[in-house]
């Protein structure tokens, strides 16, 4: 038997493909996700096949073949300090303390993430340094929870070491304590995979039901509901967006979409749609997830070790010592 972390199950579902299944089309949605109409038009095809995903793994359907997704290895995260790397894990015992350990890191200081777009070379430098500089100081996560360093004492030796060796601008020094840079980043972990105590079936229908109204508001019209499905790009810069979009109506991909609208309708006012309908769609995804944990009986779900080798996830090495 196998546990995981909220962030390993969501992993593994990223992991995971639906043999020789292209698309996902309205009538599949309703036979084999979710019988709705319109709510199948809240998701783009990845998150169909996310959603499809998941409701094999919990249902051990064995109409679908689920193969292994070839996953790139885990790129280094400059926005942090501390560098994250390794095998997403598994855990063997639930005893584990590394089940509720959760993220801890400190974040990389506004100047040096302007860097990255500026000046990638001076970037990848200035990063080196200062992660040395945290090793060499022994700047720990233990010594800040301890009390022992905090974000002033951080941000003084920051402002002393780096503006002007690299000239880039210090960090703002605030009175309180409330203003001042936040160095310190941690997520709890809700150790084993996460459930809701009970479910209410009619307070799920209920819940779909105002999101699809919600959703009917906002995309009032078929130029909107083609839009949608692009919500993705909201993290993209506005060249980003422009490009795309103008490659996806060239395509023919955006039938709906007249070749001005975007420049009369604008970027920020896209970006701002574009939010709100991706924050109607995680609530729609987060109800499915839930709807099938329950109709599955997740509380009774193992996992088998060897699955999820296959599927490149990898036992904690603090499980192994344990057993």
């Known amino acids: 038997m196998a546990f995981l972390t909220d962030y390993s199950y969501r992993q593994l579902i990223e992991r995971v493909e639906i043999?020789?299944?292209d698309r996902i089309d309205q009538q599949f949605f309703k036979k084999n996700i979710y019988d709705n109409d319109y709510l199948y038009y809240f998701f783009n095809q990845l998150d169909l096949k996310k959603l499809f995903a998941e409701k094999?793994?919990?249902?051990?359907?064995n109409t679908f073949v689920l193969v292994h997704k070839e996953v790139a290895e885990r790129k280094d995260n400059t926005t942090y300090v501390l560098e994250i790397k390794g095998k997403v894990k598994y855990h063997k015992d639930n005893q584990c303390v590394a089940l509720n350990r959760g993220f801890k890191?400190?974040?990389m200081p506004e100047p040096i993430a302007i860097l990255a777009i500026e000046d990638s070379v001076k970037h990848e430098?200035?990063?080196g340094e200062i992660r040395q500089w945290f090793e060499k100081n022994n700047y720990t996560v233990q010594?800040?929870?301890a009390g022992e360093i905090n974000d002033k004492i951080l941000t003084a030796d920051f402002n002393n070491t780096f503006p002007k060796k690299f000239d880039i601008e210090p960090i703002l020094i605030?009175?309180?304590?409330k203003s001042q840079f936040q160095w310190y980043i941690e997520k709890k972990s809700k150790g084993n995979v996460g459930i809701e105590e009970s479910f209410d079936h009619n307070e799920f229908i209920i819940k779909i039901a105002e999101l699809l109204k919600k959703r009917d508001?906002?995309?009032?019209?078929?130029?909107m509901q083609s839009l949608s499905k692009y919500d993705f790009l909201v993290i993209r810069d506005n060249v980003d967006i422009l490009n795309y979009i103008n490659e996806s109506l060239y395509k023919g991909y955006l039938r709906n979409v007249s070749d001005v609208f975007i420049d009369n309708y604008g970027i920020e006012r896209l970006k701002e749609f574009w939010s709100k309908h991706r924050e109607l769609k995680i609530d729609a995804f987060n109800l499915l997830s839930v709807y099938f944990k329950w109709t599955y009986n997740f509380k009774e779900k193992t996992f088998d070790e060897i699955y999820l080798e296959d599927f490149n996830l990898k036992a904690c090495n603090?499980?192994?010592?344990r057993n």
């Open 19 to 21: 043999k020789n299944l």
């Open 56 to 61: 094999i793994i919990l249902s051990d359907d």
């Open 105 to 107: 890191n400190f974040y």
């Open 125 to 127: 430098k200035i990063v």
């Open 143 to 145: 010594r800040y929870e």
């Open 174 to 177: 605030s009175q309180s304590d």
């Open 217 to 223: 508001f906002i995309c009032n019209s078929r130029t």
């Open 318 to 321: 603090l499980c192994y010592a």
